[in-house]
């Protein structure tokens, strides 16, 4: 079992920058996908970074942003204080949600989120 707490979610200005914390605590060694993922009102769940730490993955890559937030978000993984982190750029009002954090070979472990807001 894997617990996940989430932080650093908070009120921020259009343009500006977040950085996004989740603590990950329990059985962590055969968590290979961790993500973040967002889900603001009235819309579906959505992936917006996912990081892959061992040798094969199915997306042919280590890390996986959708085109909605390339080149603004980067997801970052310290094993040794395992957590996982999300660096946030250029906020807008689509980016206001609740930020999950997810882990696990079937990214089936999910925290309890993480208010962002953009105005």
């Known amino acids: 079992h894997v617990q996940l707490v989430e932080s650093g979610g908070g009120l921020v200005q259009p343009g500006g920058s977040l950085r996004l914390s989740c603590a990950a605590s329990?059985?962590?060694?055969?968590?290979?996908?961790m993500g973040w993922f967002r889900q603001s009102p009235g819309k579906q769940r959505e992936g917006v970074a996912i990081?892959?730490?061992?040798?094969?993955?199915?997306?042919?890559?280590?890390?996986y942003y959708p085109d909605s937030v390339k080149g603004r978000f980067t997801i970052s993984r310290d094993n040794g204080k395992n957590t996982l982190n999300l660096e946030i750029n250029s906020l807008n009002s689509e980016d206001t949600a609740v930020y999950y954090c997810?882990?696990?070979?079937?990214?089936?472990?999910w925290g309890q989120g993480t208010q962002v807001t953009v105005s």
């Open positions: 997810a882990a696990g070979s079937d990214l089936g472990y």
């Open positions: 990081i892959y730490t061992g040798t094969k993955s199915v997306y042919g890559e280590t890390t």
């Open positions: 329990g059985n962590t060694h055969n968590s290979n996908y």
